[in-house]
């Protein structure tokens, strides 16, 4: 995991001060730092992309801690979760797609409303995708880390023993709400701290939602960085190195800006609870906080139904609800180009996902066989690159790679996406795999069965579940990388991805319906499969399933 970010993070340095060899340039210099400063756009876009990051953030985290507050351990808290998983899969591009097709001045709610309750029969003239404040890429972040952030929380409340303290608290005359802050967010907030701050630095460099609902007059600080690393001219990527490099700083800024507030918070949360408020306001607190959950649901939910909708429709003119008809030329027009591109992004998919898989079970085994304790660093260091934008160190890649004379192409894009898909297959399978009962192995040694016997015919059998689970969370999240493809595959590695990404410039609903679609079908499939198998697999020997 250090290896590449630090490689490319020295390969972002080197240019930001000057240095590429490749376009016959030497350092050191100030002059990259100079030109980006001297760009008039640079105060917009940067704060642009701090506001966006840590607006989302704190949105999506006091949704859903509040949730939880309210709800966990209810049946409509059940209900959320079991819509909230599989939209966990959903790629960003695709839902932010379906986003912009559902509330733009021409969506489908404008349709759905117009002209009974609107009086519009043509488009209104607003700016709702792509506003100058970045509203709406905030929105289709915080729909996209809501189901993120709860199922890594409820991870987490096992080891909390929330309903103990929660029921406690109610005994003392605390509302649901206040006796859930009070008693259990700060044990369970404790564990998903690396995790929220992977939202917060995701949140402020991410590029395929900001390309396609963010600003773009200027865009976010991100956006241009790939756009100078995509011009022709290598001199160029001296400033989107330097560009980068204030990228990487500004997200180190606002995760300590982050760390201050949660040390404040603390401050202030312990005179809170040491004041003894009962919360009066619980259960009003508790229907906002479904409503919001509910509607991220629905957000994404009826954003992919307008995705499929768009993929087969005909003519389709303000202010009809449906087309006027539905027709397969789309699919007939769109979809070799589609498909060609579902089978390279499946590939590549597979075998990083397959090859993470591997990794992760032959860490996970070594902590077994040698009483191996995963500390805390390591930990750190296994989200290091979720951490580290990747507008920060994968230009750097890109940049050495093209000093060392290596090539573009699939496996360059291979290892790339490995980077990012490792860290969370591992942190998908660890809990599940650490969690199994040894005493089954010692049974089976007991019977003669040798370590390596014990690990292929009774451990990993039995938790064939979780690892299917982490092997479709390792395709869902190849699925959906756009920048590493776009960059070190040097734009010849054509996936579902970088081809939607690339369509939506062009404004062609039909066929970013149809990219969307297949886009999303790619990734909820594995995880079907992942529900499926086991179930069919263990339908006789229902006492071996490992949850």
């Avoid at 043509?122 to 995708?129: A, N």
């Avoid at 400033?239 to 990228?247: D, E, F, K, T, V």
Wanted: net charge positive.
């Amino acid at each position: 995991m250090l290896g590449p970010v630090v490689a490319g993070i020295w390969g972002t340095l080197l240019p930001a001060f000057g240095h590429l060899p490749a376009a016959g340039l030497t350092g050191p210099s100030l002059e990259p730092f100079r030109a980006l400063f001297d760009w008039p756009g640079l105060p917009r876009a940067a704060l642009l992309s701090v506001t966006t990051g840590i607006g989302a953030t704190v949105v999506s985290l006091a949704v859903v801690t509040l949730l939880l507050a309210g709800w966990s351990g209810t049946r409509q808290f059940r209900v959320l979760e079991r819509l909230l998983s599989p939209l966990l899969s959903v790629p960003h591009a695709a839902a932010a797609f379906g986003l912009a097709f559902l509330i733009a001045p021409s969506g489908w709610i404008a349709r759905l409303l117009s002209p009974v309750m609107t009086g519009w029969d043509r488009p209104p003239d607003l700016l709702i995708v792509q506003d100058p404040l970045g509203l709406t890429m905030m929105v289709g972040l915080i729909i996209k880390e809501i189901p993120f952030l709860i199922l890594i929380s409820i991870a987490a409340l096992g080891q909390a023993q929330a309903q103990n303290s929660v029921t406690i608290a109610q005994a003392l005359g605390y509302g649901r709400v206040t006796g859930w802050l009070k008693t259990v967010f700060p044990r369970v907030y404790a564990q998903i701290r690396p995790p929220v701050y992977v939202v917060l630095a995701y949140s402020m460099s991410v590029v395929d939602v900001a390309v396609i609902l963010g600003p773009n007059t200027p865009p976010t600080l991100s956006v241009q960085i790939v756009k100078w690393m995509s011009d022709p001219d290598l001199s160029m990527r001296l400033l989107a190195a330097a560009g980068a490099i204030m990228q990487l700083a500004l997200v180190v800024g606002a995760l300590a800006f982050w760390r201050l507030g949660e040390i404040a918070v603390a401050h202030f949360g312990r005179r809170w609870i040491a004041s003894g408020a009962r919360g009066k306001c619980d259960p009003i607190i508790a229907q906002v906080a479904l409503f919001s959950g509910g509607a991220s649901v629905l957000a994404v939910l009826f954003g992919l139904v307008v995705l499929a909708i768009w993929s087969v429709a005909g003519y389709w003119s303000f202010p009809d609800a449906f087309p006027d008809g539905f027709t397969s030329r789309n699919w007939t027009r769109h979809g070799p180009g589609a498909f060609a591109a579902l089978g390279e992004t499946g590939f590549i998919a597979v075998v990083v996902a397959i090859s993470a898989l591997v990794l992760t079970i032959g860490c996970l085994e070594a902590e077994y066989r040698h009483g191996l304790r995963v500390t805390q660093r390591a930990v750190w260091l296994l989200y290091l690159p979720l951490l580290v934008p990747q507008t920060a160190f994968l230009p750097g890649l890109q940049t050495l790679m093209l000093g060392i004379g290596a090539e573009v192409g699939r496996i360059p894009v291979m290892l790339a996406h490995l980077v990012f898909v490792l860290p969370y297959v591992f942190l998908s399978l660890s809990d599940p795999f650490r969690a199994w009962d040894t005493r089954t192995g010692t049974v089976a040694a007991a019977l003669g069965a040798s370590p390596d016997g014990v690990l292929w015919r009774v451990r990993l059998p039995m938790l064939l579940r979780p690892i299917l689970t982490a092997l479709a969370v390792g395709l869902a999240v190849s699925v959906g990388q756009y920048l590493p493809t776009l960059l070190i595959g040097g734009g010849r590695v054509a996936t579902l991805t970088t081809e939607a990404i690339a369509l939506a410039s062009g404004g062609d609903r039909r066929a970013i319906g149809v990219y969307g679609l297949m886009q999303t079908g790619a990734a909820l499939l594995p995880f079907a499969m992942a529900l499926l198998v086991p179930t069919l697999v263990w339908r006789n020997r229902r006492g071996l399933r490992h949850e």
